[in-house]
């Protein structure tokens, strides 16, 4: 609700309504009348004076004969009386007493040989008027700056005393500055306060309601200096307007105005401040109406606050900023640094019209109606309050590695950075970190500090719970003749150590190959995937015998499949031994040629028939797989060349 309050002291003073009512007096007093000059600064009451006969005239010389002059409230000078005494006109002097009373005092001093010092405006016509009464014996000053001038250049030389008066309409405030100008003590000064009490109420009162109020009207004529004077003790403390007219009301921007002042120059009527102030309340009554509307749409709307998490639905999208409707009479800003922290990226890439997003009001305008909103605060918010819930539950949580950092890596998860320390990285002590960087990892959440929103997490802890999952599946399912492919760990000189998945077996030297090999390193190597089957299984503990070779391997089944007795086929001498020689048959086999099989006669050393790396032709005399011997022989071929030259020569 509005409130509009008059200043007690607004309108005539005593001495222009004194001035008006003489001159309604002269009017009916003599046939005509003439004002010298307007009688006040007020148009209305001119034009009402006007139309009862009242002219307006510049000088005693436009008079007419025996028209009666009358003298307004601000006085003339001197020499207005002597011409007013010349031509004989009738005069009503209606110059206000305090007015009258500076003319006095002038007038003394100058008698007195006293310079005059005059605090006004020079061109106003009380002014003028008492300038006109001090025989030019005088000067006026317009304020305490001008006055420290004339000390300055004069004080030192003065001869003369110095009397002071003011305008009756002087700014008491420039007054005030103006006595300190002044030198202290100095007895040839004499100062005189002229300024109205009126016009001190007056100002006093529009001081004091301006300080209160949001707007002020002052409402007097353009040219009347109280009223100006008013203007400008009010436009100090409110949004103040200087009208003549209620008309004029109309055309002003009264801002947000609750509490209006109105006052008023000592020459404006009552009526017409009345006037201002209907028109005033009508106008209010109108703007009230209009703010209650402009309050009610207001209160349509959802009320938004700093800090405030709200949903808003993505309405537009430029290169900078996504545009958000948040169910306000705002308009919603997500600048392009809280949507994405990637600068290759624009706001199209990370939402899309009709999106709806948790946001974070930080910033208000409703001057502008606009808000900035946060996107990466809320993310991050649930990131943490997931972080939070993924540690009660022992969640594995998976994030990229952003940073390597002094003691860890630091792993980015839905908003939040958490420190992985190398120790949790499951990497071997002293091992680069760098590798992690970028890469995905899963991870678990060991400490978090919520006031801090600081969390620490662990791959290592995932990696182990893996391998011991891992470890009690393969348990619960393994079985003797089972198949894995598994990465070669380690190799020891008696067998190769495998990883079948989080769990390792061991291949016996003897089972990595079906020839007598010395080291595994012969048949694998560290890394390599092979095939592997389970061969014997110690639950109790924790121990798995692996197989590697195959039976289709076997070089003995592929002997038995491939060779009979009595086949002529070549072999390679392997080995010798007293009682003969090994030759092997295929990769794997090795057949012996005894010492009696070596010729067809009797040899006393193996060693002079075949020597180590010889090619020989031999015949399958004997097979014995059960105990894996095969017996060759050399002669049996001799017998068979004789046997075959003795038929030829009977022939
Ligand atoms: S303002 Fe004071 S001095 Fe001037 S006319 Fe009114 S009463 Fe007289």
């Known amino acids: 609700m509005y409130t509009i309050t008059v200043a007690k002291s607004a309108g005539f003073c005593f001495g222009v309504d004194r001035a008006v009512k003489m001159t309604y007096e002269a009017l009916d007093n003599y046939k005509s009348v003439a004002t010298l000059g307007p009688i006040i600064h007020n148009k209305n009451v001119v034009d009402d004076l006007t139309k009862r006969g009242a002219r307006i005239v510049d000088s005693v010389s436009e008079l007419e004969d025996g028209e009666c002059a009358v003298i307004r409230s601000h006085g003339v000078s001197r020499t207005v009386y002597d011409e007013l005494s010349k031509y004989k006109n009738p005069y009503v002097d209606a110059t206000c007493p305090f007015v009258a009373k500076i003319h006095r005092i002038v007038e003394e001093n100058t008698k007195n040989g006293n310079f005059v010092l005059i605090a006004g405006d020079k061109n106003h016509p009380e002014v003028a008027a008492i300038v006109g009464h001090c025989e030019d014996n005088c000067l006026v000053f317009e304020d305490d700056v001008i006055l420290k001038k004339f000390f300055k250049k004069n004080y030192e030389n003065l001869r003369k005393r110095l009397a002071i008066v003011a305008q009756t309409t002087y700014n008491i405030l420039v007054w005030d500055k103006c006595m300190d100008v002044l030198p202290k003590d100095d007895p040839n000064i004499i100062v005189y306060d002229t300024i109205c009490h009126a016009t001190q109420v007056r100002q006093s009162d529009a001081d004091e309601l ?27 403390n409110c949004r103040s307007y200087h009208i003549e007219t209620s008309d004029e009301l109309y055309t002003l921007d009264l801002g947000n105005a609750r509490k209006i002042g109105i006052t008023a120059g000592a ?22 109406e209009d703010i209650n509307f402009e309050e009610a749409l207001d209160q349509s709307f959802k009320k938004i606050h700093t800090g405030e998490k709200v949903k808003g639905i993505v309405a537009a999208l430029n290169n900078t900023e996504a545009i958000v409707d948040v169910g306000t009479k705002h308009t919603g800003y997500i600048p392009l640094s809280e949507l994405t922290d990637d600068p290759t990226k624009k706001p199209a890439d ?16 409703d001057q502008e109606g606009i808000v900035t909103l946060y996107k990466k605060k809320v993310d991050e918010q649930k990131g943490f309050e997931e972080i939070i819930k993924a540690k009660e539950e022992e969640t594995v949580l998976e994030g990229t590695v ?76 393994a079985e003797v003749g089972a198949t894995f492919k598994g990465e070669v760990k380690s190799l020891t000189s008696y067998g190769a150590f495998v990883d079948l998945g989080g769990i390792d077996g061991m291949v016996h030297i003897s089972e990595l190959s079906w020839k007598r090999i010395k080291h595994p390193s012969e048949v694998v190597k560290v890394g390599d995937f092979v095939e592997v089957y389970i061969k014997e299984l110690d639950k109790d503990n924790n121990r798995i015998s692996l197989g590697y070779k195959k039976t289709e391997d076997n070089p003995w089944e592929k002997f038995k499949a491939n060779y009979n007795v009595g086949d002529v086929i070549p072999v390679k001498v392997v080995s010798i031994t007293p009682f003969g020689a090994f030759a092997q048959i295929i990769d794997g086999v090795d057949g012996l040629i005894h010492i ?6 009797r040899v006393e050393n193996v060693k ?36 075959e030259a003795s038929v030829e020569d009977a022939e």
């Open 210 to 236: 301006s300080r209160k109020s949001d707007l002020m009207i002052i409402v007097g004529g353009r040219h009347s200096s109280n009223t100006v004077k008013l203007f400008d003790v009010c436009k100090k």
């Open 267 to 288: 020459s404006t009527p009552a009526h017409i401040i009345k006037e201002v102030e209907i028109t005033m309340a009508e106008i209010m009554d109108n703007f009230e």
């Open 350 to 365: 990370v939402v899309s019209v009709g999106d709806e997003i948790d946001l974070i009001v930080t910033k208000i305008n």
């Open 402 to 477: 952003q940073n390597v950092v002094k003691g860890g890596v630091i792993v980015a998860y839905a908003g939040v950075r958490v420190f992985i320390p190398a120790s949790q990285s499951g990497l071997p002590r002293n091992a680069e970190m760098d590798v992690l960087l970028k890469t995905k990892v899963r991870f678990v959440i060991l400490e978090v500090t919520e006031n801090r929103r600081r969390a620490v997490g662990s791959i290592k802890a995932v990696q182990k719970a893996e391998k011991d999952a891992a470890k009690e599946k393969f348990w619960e399912t």
């Open 596 to 601: 009696s099989q070596l010729a067809d006669k």
């Open 608 to 643: 002079d028939i075949v020597s180590i790396g010889d090619e020989v032709q031999v015949k399958i005399i004997d097979i014995d797989i059960e105990n894996k011997r095969i017996s060759i022989s050399m002669r049996a071929l001799l017998e068979n060349e004789e046997s």
